[in-house]
């Protein structure tokens, strides 16, 4: 998908192909079924995305982007469960904002993590219906180098 938005971007006279990529765009998107299959419980899933810190003039921190992060989630009728706060994760500095949505008779939980990285905005998110599916979803995230067991 961004490649062909890239694609574009060369095309358009008013858009470089060097904005293209400032832009951002999403880098992974991970179901544990399809988005469209229907399921009992909430469809599992982990978003990964990058957005120019550019676009946000002055942000300066990672907690920044919470607030534009709480605007949306609360346009899709989420709601706050815990204040944004930050911790250290492979050392670097992690924004976490936590919501939650009644969707039927089931609780949709969304973690969102996020990072300033090479003039990036790098956003996590998490999305499982109970906090304990999110948060093995969230420790499966890690920052530097991985190691392969037994060496």
């Known amino acids: 998908m961004n490649a062909r938005e890239d694609g574009q971007a060369k095309s358009d006279g008013d858009k470089s192909a060097a904005d293209a990529g400032k832009a951002g765009g999403v880098l992974l998107a991970a179901f544990s079924r399809p988005p469209q299959a229907r399921g009992e419980d909430v469809n599992s899933s982990i978003l990964i995305a990058a957005e120019s810190a550019e676009a946000y003039p002055g942000l300066k921190e990672a907690a920044q982007y919470l ?20 911790f250290v994760l492979g050392g670097k500095t992690v924004v976490r904002g936590d919501f939650q949505k009644d969707v039927g008779k089931r ?38 180098a991985s190691r392969t067991p037994g060496r």
């Open 67 to 86: 607030g534009p992060v709480t605007e949306v989630a609360q346009a899709q009728g989420l709601e706050v469960v815990n204040e944004p706060y930050e």
């Open 107 to 144: 609780v949709m939980r969304q973690s969102t993590l996020v990072v300033l990285a090479r003039g990036y905005v790098v956003s996590f998110t998490f999305i499982g219906g109970t906090e304990d599916e999110v948060e093995e979803l969230i420790d499966g995230l890690g920052f530097g």
